[in-house]
């Protein structure tokens, strides 16, 4: 009975300031620090050993699952980064204050850009500040792979596949698999595993630090979602 554990990296600098962060490799907080390490808490005291580790290639998802491997003892393990684990890109939105933006475009059409399925934020321009272009992370990728904004469904389309190539072959081979990514990233592959329809996801939050832990059965079905909830810090 393989288990697949999802963990949002803790509060990041940004999350704290409520500003939309996407692509920005912003750090964690000192509270998203102490909510990684109550995360490896958390899989220590659950009793889970894993096999492989996930995560993105953003240091507040990368310094989460650090955190929490060491916390249970499984600093040691495989480890894989990606782009494709990323947090969904926010576009022209990125680094502007939530509250701000929905004072200049109304808050209504601001929601519909943070919770809407399938409706795009306007896209950042390539020479903006804050741009990714010329960043060397993404150095070999093709440049029309490069989004200039996402919604959910954009950011399923790049994830599920990495999911279904990298991850679901080793599940079946009954290894247990750790990834730390992000909200939109990780409710990706939520609404794929649980089957979640368009509406439904969109009150499918996830808490920072707060480990999700799937068990499946030797033909990938889904049998058991357990949440590991977050202790008081």
């Known amino acids: 009975m393989a288990k697949l ?6 509060q ?3 999350n704290l300031k409520n500003l939309f962060t996407g692509w920005v490799d912003v750090n964690l907080s000192d509270q998203g620090v102490e909510e990684a390490k109550n995360a490896g808490r958390s899989l220590k005291a659950e009793g889970l050993e894993f096999d492989y580790a996930y995560t993105s290639v953003l240091k507040r998802a990368i310094k ?3 955190f929490a491997l060491e916390e249970s003892d499984q600093l040691w393990i495989p480890e894989t980064k990606t782009w494709r684990l990323n947090e969904r890109h926010y576009g022209a939105l990125q680094g502007q204050d939530k509250a701000e933006a929905a004072a200049k475009w109304g808050d209504e059409q601001v929601h519909i850009w943070r919770r809407s399925y399938d409706v795009l934020p306007p896209m950042q321009d390539v020479n903006a500040e804050g741009s990714i272009a010329g960043d060397r992370r993404y150095a070999n990728l093709d440049p ?4 200039a904004g996402e919604n959910l469904k954009v950011t399923l389309e790049r994830v599920i596949p990495f999911y279904q190539d990298e991850i679901a072959p080793k599940l079946k081979d009954d290894k247990n698999i750790v990834i730390a990514a992000h909200g939109n990233s990780l409710r990706a592959l939520a609404k794929y595993i649980e089957e979640i329809s368009d509406d439904d996801i969109l009150n499918l939050e996830m808490a920072t630090g707060e480990p999700v832990v799937y068990t499946f059965d030797k033909d990938l079905k889904l049998t058991d979602k357990k949440i590991l909830t977050k202790k008081a810090l």
């Open 5 to 10: 554990v999802l963990i949002r990296h803790g």
């Open 64 to 66: 989460t699952l650090h």
């Open 12 to 14: 990041s600098e940004w």
């Open 144 to 147: 029309r792979t490069i989004p």
